[in-house]
């Protein structure tokens, strides 16, 4: 299971990326879930331009730092990247870096998907795959989101908007305030839903304003395909 050279980024990447005016990175950076030579694996990309080596870690290779070594662009772009055959969707992972100063360090995956549950901090392989069932909403959202019509955002923080008595201490799931969500915004009378910061961070009292993994939506109320379904059920009854 050794590290094959393969790579994501084209040359007209690499030029965008160079440059500033790369503004779908996260398509390229992370751990991807593709198939190789007909073999199943995760691509893996990190920049880090001044690294001496970077490799991955994880529970598929017992956390070993020099087993999985990433290769180095021949370019000047400073990305290290890779393809692990059989490298599966949940795999927990981190990169283990020998940065400028020959010091060991570990860091979580900056462009990863989905993250372990706080306090934990590794980055888990995922994807963001799902069946949308929107479509009525998208046809009408340019009039309902239309200059001349009413418009009443609901702000709220998704840890602590609703708790069950049963079990105060625990946060709802994504599909848990979904389903009390959205018959409330209703009665209300809102329009819209805004949503205080949902991706990962790793203290709770910050209600989301400390974040480490900016792509990925907290663990704490289950995976980035629940989410998407929160927001399903939000435009399922025209609220944006």
Known sequence: MKVLAYSLFSDFD????????????????????????????????????????????????????????????????GIWEGFIPNVAKGTIYKYAIRDFNGQEIEKGDPYASRWEHPPRTASLVWDTD???????WLKKRPKLNALNKPMSVYELHLGSWQRDPSEPKRVLTYKEIAASLVPYILDMGFTH??????????????WGYQITGYFAASS?????????????????????
């Not at 956390?63 to 070594?69: K, Y």
């Not at 839903?193 to 910050?206: F, G, N, R, T």
């Not at 995976?223 to 609220?239: D, G």
């Open 193 to 206: 839903v805004e949503l205080m910061p949902i991706m990962e961070y790793p203290y709770y009292p910050s």
């Open 130 to 136: 799902y069946t949308w069932k929107d479509k009525p």
């Open 220 to 240: 704490r109320h289950g995976t980035p395909q629940e989410l998407m379904f929160l927001i399903e059920e939000l435009h399922k009854s025209n609220i944006g």
């Open 14 to 77: 690499i030029s965008l990326f160079v440059s500033g005016k790369h503004f779908r990175l996260y398509e390229k950076f992370g751990a991807h879930l593709i198939n190789v030579n007909n073999t199943n694996g995760t691509y893996f990309s990190v920049w880090a331009p001044n690294a001496q080596a970077v490799g991955v870690i994880g529970d598929f290779n017992e956390w070993d730092r020099i087993s999985h070594p990433l290769n180095r662009r021949l370019d000047s772009s």
